[in-house]
């Protein structure tokens, strides 16, 4: 079957009920920053919080009524087991969502919530999956493949539907890739669309799955990433005929673009984006020569971020900003210093978030102490202000923290 952008129209208009046309809109903010025009589309505050609902209402719509009352399941410790679960209990389905040993609780507990029949099995992903065609073998269970099955690459590209139909004279469309599934679909309704559109993926630079097939390299996947959600070693073969065709480019984006893709997100548009959702910022930032003077869309794909990790980036892009800091200061061993510093944070208005004062470290002489004061001011230039008013009283400042 040879996916048309017809039959993606025609099973938007079957998923409406259920799944949300979420907000697409321009970014003021962070056009103006950035210096290229930025429109976002919001898939992060869809149902189950990323766009995966759409291809799995998708493929069970396109179910009999037999494989229905049998039930479906699905490998998947992700958005993908959180939409197909959540889907399948909207439609009276038995889902069942295996995973991998050390999967998560959070991520196991938010898929039983949604419905999902939770298996633990398997160390790896691949034992997981092995179960999962034994299960099959066993019971007839329709499986519900996360991007390499043409009904669910379908209702993925329903995305580019939405973000089209409110704004048609993007220019350049960036979607992330993992296993293909999304932009497989997206391209084909974007160019459906609007024939002149640009379509180009955005992987991390640790998983160039597509960029390997592109470009003939032999790049290793491996390793750990912001955006586990697209961390995938193989591009599916259905949507990698589709990506053939239709898809004009791919680039890969670094981890540290990733992080400062989320830090932005959530300081300019308030929201809270996971790594694969952020990628496509993260390529505007690392390669805005690609991008000027054009109207670009991007698909935040989702929002599942841990929540310690999100809390980690956001303070790291503050220390980066030079909105918080840990000074380790070289003061004399004598009453006053701390009084000294603590005023001269004062005067310039910064305020100290923790101070550590310590007479014994051996790397000093016994006449000078070590203090660590970690403050918060309001950005580079603040900051240096205030360390050259320290230092002008003879005592050393040294930056720890800086990333």
């Given at each position: 079957m040879k996916l048309t952008f017809k039959d993606i129209c025609n099973v938007h208009k079957k998923i409406t009920d259920v799944v949300k046309w979420t907000e697409t809109s321009y970014s003021n903010q962070i056009s103006e920053k950035i210096g290229i025009d930025t429109y976002i589309k919001f898939e992060n505050r869809q149902h189950t919080g990323a766009f995966k609902i759409r291809g799995s209402y998708s493929k069970l719509l396109s179910l009999s009524q037999k494989e229905k009352d049998v039930?479906?399941?699905?490998?998947?410790?992700?958005?993908?087991?959180?939409?197909?679960?959540?889907?399948?209990?909207?439609?009276?389905?038995?889902?069942?969502?295996?995973?991998?040993?050390?999967?998560?609780?959070?991520?196991?507990?938010?898929?039983?919530?949604?419905?999902?029949?939770?298996?633990?099995?398997?160390?790896?992903?691949?034992?997981?999956?092995?179960?999962?065609?034994?299960?099959?073998s066993e019971n007839g269970y329709t499986e519900v493949h996360p991007y390499n099955d043409i009904n669910v690459i379908a209702g993925q590209g329903t995305v580019s539907i939405e973000l089209l139909s409110d704004f048609k004279d993007i220019d350049i469309l960036?979607?992330?890739?993992?296993?293909?599934?999304?932009?497989?679909?997206?391209?084909?309704?974007?160019?459906?669309?609007?024939?002149?559109?640009?379509?180009?993926?955005?992987?991390?630079?640790?998983?160039?799955?597509?960029?390997?097939?592109?470009?003939?390299?032999?790049?290793?996947?491996?390793?750990?990433?912001?955006?586990?959600?697209?961390?995938?070693?193989?591009?599916?073969?259905?949507?990698?005929?589709?990506?053939?065709?239709?898809?004009?480019?791919?680039?890969?984006?670094?981890?540290?673009?990733?992080?400062?893709?989320?830090?932005?997100?959530?300081?300019?548009?308030?929201?809270?984006?996971?790594?694969?959702?952020?990628?496509?910022?993260?390529?505007?930032?690392?390669?805005?020569?690609?991008?000027?003077?054009?109207?670009?869309?991007?698909?935040?794909?989702?929002?599942?971020?841990?929540?310690?990790?999100?809390?980690?980036?956001?303070?790291?892009?503050?220390v980066r900003s030079g909105q918080v800091t840990t000074l380790t200061i070289t003061i004399p061993d004598k009453p006053g210093q701390l009084a000294t510093i603590s005023q001269i944070c004062a005067n310039e208005g910064a305020n100290v978030l923790e101070v550590e004062h310590s007479r014994f470290t051996m790397d000093l002489s016994a006449s000078v102490a070590k203090l660590n004061i970690t403050i918060e001011t309001q950005n580079t230039e603040h900051l240096n202000s205030i360390i050259k008013k320290i230092e002008m009283h003879d005592m050393p400042v040294v930056i720890e923290g800086l990333i």
């Amino acid at each position: 079957m040879k996916l048309t952008f017809k039959d993606i129209c025609n099973v938007h208009k079957k998923i409406t009920d259920v799944v949300k046309w979420t907000e697409t809109s321009y970014s003021n903010q962070i056009s103006e920053k950035i210096g290229i025009d930025t429109y976002i589309k919001f898939e992060n505050r869809q149902h189950t919080g990323a766009f995966k609902i759409r291809g799995s209402y998708s493929k069970l719509l396109s179910l009999s009524q037999k494989e229905k009352d049998v039930g479906v399941i699905a490998m998947s410790a992700g958005n993908h087991a959180q939409g197909l679960a959540y889907i399948a209990k909207k439609m009276n389905i038995l889902s069942h969502i295996v995973m991998p040993e050390g999967t998560p609780f959070t991520k196991i507990r938010r898929t039983k919530n949604f419905g999902g029949n939770v298996i633990i099995k398997g160390n790896t992903l691949s034992d997981s999956f092995n179960h999962v065609k034994k299960l099959i073998s066993e019971n007839g269970y329709t499986e519900v493949h996360p991007y390499n099955d043409i009904n669910v690459i379908a209702g993925q590209g329903t995305v580019s539907i939405e973000l089209l139909s409110d704004f048609k004279d993007i220019d350049i469309l960036l979607v992330p890739v993992g296993g293909g599934g999304l932009i497989a679909g997206c391209s084909i309704a974007a160019k459906g669309i609007n024939n002149n559109i640009k379509v180009i993926g955005v992987e991390s630079e640790l998983y160039p799955s597509l960029s390997n097939i592109m470009f003939n390299r032999n790049n290793k996947c491996k390793g750990s990433t912001l955006a586990e959600g697209i961390a995938v070693s193989e591009v599916g073969s259905v949507p990698l005929s589709i990506i053939n065709d239709n898809v004009d480019d791919v680039i890969t984006v670094s981890e540290a673009s990733i992080e400062r893709a989320i830090a932005m997100l959530a300081e300019h548009e308030k929201v809270v984006v996971e790594g694969a959702g952020a990628v496509g910022l993260a390529g505007m930032l690392e390669k805005p020569e690609i991008f000027k003077d054009k109207k670009v869309g991007i698909i935040l794909c989702g929002g599942n971020i841990d929540s310690k990790v999100f809390s980690s980036i956001l303070m790291r892009d503050l220390v980066r900003s030079g909105q918080v800091t840990t000074l380790t200061i070289t003061i004399p061993d004598k009453p006053g210093q701390l009084a000294t510093i603590s005023q001269i944070c004062a005067n310039e208005g910064a305020n100290v978030l923790e101070v550590e004062h310590s007479r014994f470290t051996m790397d000093l002489s016994a006449s000078v102490a070590k203090l660590n004061i970690t403050i918060e001011t309001q950005n580079t230039e603040h900051l240096n202000s205030i360390i050259k008013k320290i230092e002008m009283h003879d005592m050393p400042v040294v930056i720890e923290g800086l990333i």
